[in-house]
Structures are given as structure tokens and as C-alpha cells.
């Protein structure tokens, strides 16, 4: 097995107009550290993906930032999260250091997606803006399978304000 750094790396300033960008049938393998690495402002489309064994996350956002008065959306769809040595998925969602907003937002879905035999959580969704209570999120996970991950299956640390819906999703023999 060889092993790279990051499959793909993508960085922005932190209050900017979110960038699109659009992961669409890849697969990303074996890398050193993620698969995918993501830090800044982006919406995001992920759909029919895979990310198998890297040494850290499949697909990282260390953190993703909503800017003053923007809406950022992330759509994962039909993608899979496979050995990975951390956690599958992992979302951190952010406010910047300095707004020039008084409020953000998130719209996240995650839709029929696997997360089998991860290290840590299948999939992580982690709010860090509660320095910023005007800042939300909607979260939506559906249709979405976990199991025999090493920690939680699906883990979210709601610790500002956010709507979660988990819907027909299957947690089987995860470890957390």
C-alpha cells in the first residue's frame, strides 16, 4: 500500500462569498492524512463518492464558516465511508473570528450514506459558532447507514442553535 498526503486539500478566507464546489463520482483511497480536506467558506455538492483507509477522516471540514448574512449548504449524497482512521465524516460548522454580520447559516443534508468500520464516529457533525448565538444550522440525515464504527455511529455536538433530523437510518454494532 502507498499512501499520499490529502486526496484533495481546498482552502478559502473565512469571510468571503461561499465557493462552489461540486465532488461528483470519486474515489478517494489510502491517503496519509484525509481524503478530503476542507477549511473555509464553501458550498459544497458530494455525491456517489467513496472514501476508504485514509490514516485520518474521509471527508474533513476543519471547519466550514458561514459568513455574516450568508447561508452555506453542504449536500453528501450517496457516498461511502469505509476504514478510516478517525471519523468517516467529520463537519465542524463555524462563525468567522470576525463577523461583519450579525447572523449565519448552515443547511446541511446527508442522504444515503454508509459508514461502516471507522475509527472514531461514522459521522461527526460538531457546532463550534456558540460565540455567535445568531448563528443556526438545519441538519438533515436520512436514509443513512452506520456500523461496526469504532466509536458512535452518528455523533452530533449541537451546542448552539440547530434543527437535526435523523430519518430512516440504520445504527448497527457501533462501539461508542
Request: aromatic content about 6%; proline content about 3%; charged content about 20%.
Amino acid at each position: 500500500m502507498i499512501l499520499c498526503g490529502r486526496g484533495v486539500k481546498l482552502r478559502s478566507n473565512d469571510d468571503v462569498d461561499p465557493n462552489l464546489v461540486q465532488l461528483v463520482g470519486c474515489a478517494f483511497n489510502q491517503n496519509r492524512v484525509e481524503g478530503v480536506s476542507i477549511q473555509g467558506v464553501f458550498d459544497l455538492n458530494v455525491h456517489g463518492c467513496e472514501f476508504f483507509e485514509h490514516v485520518n477522516e474521509g471527508l474533513d471540514f476543519g471547519p466550514v464558516i458561514a459568513p455574516g448574512f450568508k447561508d452555506v449548504q453542504i449536500n453528501i449524497t450517496d457516498c461511502n465511508f469505509r476504514s478510516n482512521g478517525a471519523e468517516g465524516l467529520d463537519i465542524t460548522l463555524d462563525a468567522p473570528a470576525n463577523p461583519t454580520g450579525t447572523s449565519g447559516s448552515f443547511d446541511i443534508l446527508v442522504e444515503d450514506c454508509d459508514f461502516v468500520g471507522n475509527t472514531l464516529a461514522g459521522m461527526l457533525i460538531d457546532i463550534d459558532y456558540e460565540a455567535q448565538p445568531t448563528w443556526e444550522s438545519t441538519l438533515i440525515v436520512r436514509g443513512c447507514y452506520s456500523g461496526a464504527n469504532l466509536d458512535d455511529g452518528i455523533q452530533m455536538d449541537l451546542d448552539s442553535r440547530a434543527a437535526a433530523l435523523l430519518h430512516r437510518c440504520n445504527l448497527t454494532a457501533n462501539q461508542g
